[in-house]
């Protein structure tokens, strides 16, 4: 395990103590949050998305060199999560609607949120080829083989789609 | 041995991004830069720092402050030529720089935790992000000066002394653990599987469904 993996895996299990804090409404309500950002993120930055020809459009505005565009998506989607998650956890937020909790529960969704927050950062840190020389490859297997399995490398944009209607369906049938 | 460091990291980690969450995000910030600071300033100024030291030492144990006051007989430029072993050995500093940097460690800890830093009844993000750097910044440091070896996480600021000059790039998972191979197997199937996406869509939506379900019940 390399040093990207171990600093990862901490955030994550940060949040899952986070998630047994806050509650599990409060954390459903962050899930939706971040679904959201994934999905807006995915419709943009992803070559094989929809709107990936106007990100492209925006950005030749500003960047010159097409070699430039992969960190460049990849700081803009990076500030993208950090402030999302910022508007999800921070002051009001987002809650689902629900009596009681549990904390095996509040654990997961805090797992949930922080595989989805971290393991994206990861992802786009890694399209950018990690900007700022501190990490380089060669990587270890666990990085090679979780990387694949970051939630922007498997969900889709359409996929994502259904599960942001989903929570909403959720959120209002509590 | 690798666990063990790998816990070690989590726990100073979480330790500090707790602290930042439960603070207001001040506190965390205030740690961020004592930390860093005390850094720069090891960077620039700790052989010098050293030096001093060393010369104090060996100022009062030669018998400098006799001296002084004239009544040993001996005079200044005596007691500083007098032959006493340093207490910090200027080619070896890395165990008097973490003790330096804990020092700075404790007093930004206490820092922060003066009243207008405390718990002002609502949890901060913010504070959560900075303190995991902060938890990153003493994890990385520590590592480097305790565990050599196994000094993967690289460091902001390098220190001469304290830092590898070139750091581990990273260190595999023993290959003859059984549960770390069988994990690696299970992950590189499932990344590979180009029904990757359904399941960890299906994950989600099981998940969502029944602590919605069920914690309802329970309330």
Do not use: C
Not at chain 1, 51 to 62: D, E, Q, R, V
Not at chain 2, 13 to 21: E, K, N, P
Not at chain 2, 152 to 177: I, R
């Amino acid at each position: 395990m390399g040093p990207v993996e171990i600093v990862f895996v901490t955030v994550w299990i940060v949040f899952g103590i986070i998630g047994v804090a806050r509650g599990l409404w409060r954390e459903l309500g962050a899930t939706t949050m971040l679904l959201i950002a994934l999905l807006v993120l995915q419709l943009l930055t992803n070559p094989k998305a929809p709107g990936y020809n106007y990100w492209k459009l925006l950005l030749s505005l500003f960047v010159t060199d097409p070699a430039a565009y992969q960190p460049v998506t990849s700081i803009i989607a990076t500030v993208f999560l950090l402030l999302m998650a910022f508007i999800s956890y921070e002051g009001e937020t987002l809650t689902f609607p629900g009596k009681g909790s549990n904390w095996f529960f509040s654990l997961g969704a805090g797992l949930l949120n922080g595989y989805l927050f971290a393991g994206s950062i990861w992802f786009y840190l890694d399209k950018a080829g990690w900007p700022g020389g501190l990490i380089g490859p060669p990587f270890t297997p666990f990085y090679t083989n979780v990387v694949k399995l970051l939630p922007l490398a498997v969900l889709p944009w359409w996929l994502l789609l259904i599960l942001v209607v989903f929570m909403m369906i959720m959120r209002v049938l509590k | 041995m690798f666990t063990f460091i790998i816990v070690v990291v989590a726990a100073v980690m979480t330790f500090f991004a707790v602290i930042g969450f439960l603070r207001v995000v001040r506190a965390s910030v205030i740690i961020l830069i004592l930390l860093t600071t005390s850094l720069a300033l090891l960077q620039a100024f700790g052989p010098r720092l050293i030096a001093i030291i060393n010369r104090l030492w060996q100022f009062f144990m030669g018998g400098g402050l006799n001296a002084l006051a004239g009544d040993g007989g001996r005079s200044l430029s005596e007691a500083l030529s007098q032959p006493v072993k340093p207490p910090i050995d200027p080619n070896a500093p890395a165990t008097f720089y973490l003790l330096t940097f804990y020092f700075i460690v404790l007093v930004a800890l206490l820092i922060g935790s003066l009243k207008p830093f405390l718990l002002s009844g609502r949890f901060s993000f913010t504070g959560l992000l900075v303190g995991l750097i902060n938890g990153y910044i003493v994890a990385a440091y520590s590592i480097a000066v305790l565990f050599p070896e196994f000094a993967v996480l690289p460091v902001p600021l390098p220190v001469k002394g304290m830092t590898p000059a070139t750091p581990p790039q990273g260190l595999p998972l023993p290959g003859t653990e059984i549960v770390a191979a069988r994990l690696l197997q299970f992950l590189d199937n499932l990344g590979s599987s180009p029904s990757a996406h359904f399941v960890v869509a299906g994950l989600i939506i099981v998940f969502i469904v029944l602590a919605t379900r069920l914690s309802a019940r329970k309330g």
